[in-house]
């Protein structure tokens, strides 16, 4: 019997993917099917370029067609397509651009938040997606000074033009704004200004839109939900009990929104000396995973205390640049593939939940 196009689909079928549990050919991602003989070739197109298991799930197909009879080579191309979550509120329309947009929030300041958002942007770009990142933290914007990015926000006439830096795309208050002037605004300023960075700006074709949220469950989360539709919320912690406790805060905010929590990231989690590598637990251990556990959410990833990640964050040069085979950077590669796997699984889910009213 010839092999066939429909032979190779059914074998697939034996090859699941680990986060959508549903087999591939039903998901759609088996592209551009070519037999020829006994040679096969096809493509298997992820919904994420950071796919942790991209090359376990390649093999996986490779060995799936090669057991049909006939079959006496195959080769398999793996791609990716980043899939939008799509709102399904039709009354809050897409950011033109965007394709999902991930917060980065804590429930109190001090955790390191803004290095949490840098580095994860950073990493998310490494693994070949498309990234920009909004610094909302409208009354301490830090993004810039990570980066390294001086200057102004330009225009192209209609709409602002985004400076790009390390590859990342970037919209920030301290654009806009001398390093040493407060900004003293009430709520509806902060609605505007939030609105504009999403809404008139030359987003290009990103995957990924990463917010940097202000600490704490203010003003800007609710402008933020009001104004586009969020893909995920990651609420950033560190293992000691007051974190936590502000962080079941953060989670409970993100739920009341409407906002789907991807997850939690444990900063700060140990210190390991770079002399003698005995690891010191400054903060405690273990808290940021007993909390996830404990409220039903994904953990993303721990990330430890180390000297170059703070010097990477002061001098503009962040520790996934300057060190990326680092504990920290293979820290936040590790948690970019968890949090890419955790949009594409909301990517699939959309159904409609009116917005719970918020006192």
């Not at 049909?68 to 979550?85: E, P, S």
């Not at 799509?86 to 300041?109: Q, T």
């Not at 390294?148 to 709409?159: A, F, M, R, S």
């Amino acid at each position: 019997m010839a092999l066939e196009q429909a032979h190779i689909l059914q074998a697939l079928t034996a090859v699941k993917d680990p986060d959508l549990h549903k087999d591939i050919v039903k998901l759609g991602f088996v592209k551009d099917v070519v037999v020829n003989g006994g040679h096969v070739s096809f493509t298997v197109e992820l919904t994420t370029p950071a796919c942790p298991v991209k090359e376990q799930m390649k093999e996986q197909a490779r060995a799936a067609v090669m057991q049909l009879a006939g079959v006496t080579d195959v080769t398999v191309t793996m791609t990716a397509q980043v899939r939008a979550a799509v709102s399904p509120d039709l009354n809050k329309a897409p950011i033109p651009g965007v394709k999902n947009v991930i917060a980065v929030g804590a429930g109190k300041g001090g955790v390191g938040k803004t290095t949490v958002a840098v580095n994860l942007a950073l990493a998310l770009a490494r693994t070949g997606g498309r990234v920009g990142i909004i610094d909302a933290d409208i009354y301490g914007p830090n993004v810039p000074i990570m980066l390294g990015l001086k200057g102004q926000l330009g225009t192209d006439g209609e709409k602002i033009v985004p400076p790009e830096k390390y590859g990342l795309q970037v919209v920030s208050m301290g654009f806009l704004t001398s390093d040493d002037a407060p900004i003293i605004w009430r709520g509806p300023m902060l609605h505007g200004v939030i609105r504009q960075f999403f809404m008139d700006v030359r987003w290009d074709n990103l995957d990924y839109l990463v917010v940097d949220l202000p600490p704490g469950t203010g003003d800007v989360a609710l402008s933020l939900s009001q104004t586009a539709y969020v893909a995920g919320a990651i609420v950033v912690t560190t293992p000691q009990q007051v974190a936590l406790s502000d962080s079941r805060r953060a989670v409970a905010m993100y739920q009341k929104l409407n906002i789907p929590v991807l997850g939690l990231i444990e900063n700060m989690s140990y210190f390991a000396c770079p002399s003698c590598r005995h690891e010191s637990d400054i903060f405690g251990r273990g808290g940021g995973m007993r909390l996830a556990d404990e409220m039903n959410i994904p953990f993303l990833g721990s990330i430890p205390i180390s000297e170059p990640l703070r010097v990477g964050g002061d001098t503009g040069v962040p520790i996934m640049l300057s060190d990326p085979t680092s504990p920290a950077a293979q820290a936040f590669v590790a948690s970019a593939e968890r949090t890419a796997a955790q949009v594409s699984i909301q990517s699939f889910r959309t159904p409609f939940i009116p917005l719970k009213p918020v006192n």
